[in-house]
C-alpha cells in the first residue's frame, strides 16, 4: 500500500512564502505524475499544480500561476509546492496526490490513487 505524507503548512502572512513536501512511500507502484489540491471550508477540492514525469511538465491552475512552482524527484517520489506571495484566499487544506495513471488529465482530482493527510495553509491579511 502506498503512503503519502505531506507535511509544510502553517500560518503566514499575506505577501509571504511556504514550502510544501510531500514523500510517497511502500507498495510497489510506479508514479506517473503527482499533484497538489486543496480544499478551503465550505469549498470543493481544487487542483494547484501537478508534474507529470514522463512528459517533464508542469501544470498550473490559473489562480497560482506566476506564484506557486511544483517540482519534486520521480526515483524518489517525493514532490514539492513552493508558494510564494502568498494571499488570503490560499487559506486551505493542501493535499498531495498520485497516480499511475499515464496521460490523464493532471487537474482531474478522480485520477489520483493515493492521497496525502493533508497540511493547514492559513494566509492572514
Known amino acids: 500500500q502506498v503512503h503519502l505524507v505531506d507535511s509544510g503548512g502553517g500560518l503566514v502572512q499575506a505577501g509571504g512564502s511556504l514550502r510544501l513536501s510531500c514523500a510517497a512511500s511502500?507498495?510497489?507502484?510506479?508514479?506517473?505524475?503527482m499533484a497538489w489540491f486543496r480544499q478551503a471550508p465550505g469549498k470543493e477540492r481544487e487542483f494547484v499544480a501537478g508534474?507529470?514525469?514522463?512528459?517533464?511538465?508542469?501544470y498550473y491552475a490559473d489562480s497560482v500561476k506566476g506564484r506557486f512552482t511544483i517540482s519534486g524527484d520521480r526515483t524518489k517520489n517525493t514532490v514539492n509546492l513552493q508558494m510564494n506571495s502568498l494571499k488570503p484566499e490560499d487559506t486551505a487544506v493542501y493535499y498531495c496526490?498520485?497516480?499511475?495513471?499515464?496521460?490523464?488529465?493532471?487537474?482531474?482530482?478522480?485520477?489520483?490513487?493515493?492521497w496525502g493527510q493533508g497540511t493547514q495553509v492559513t494566509v492572514s491579511s
Open positions: 496526490a498520485t497516480t499511475d495513471v499515464v496521460g490523464g488529465d493532471p487537474s482531474n482530482s478522480l485520477e489520483y490513487n493515493y
Open positions: 511502500g507498495g510497489t507502484f510506479s508514479s506517473a505524475a
Open positions: 508534474i507529470r514525469w514522463s512528459a517533464r511538465r508542469t
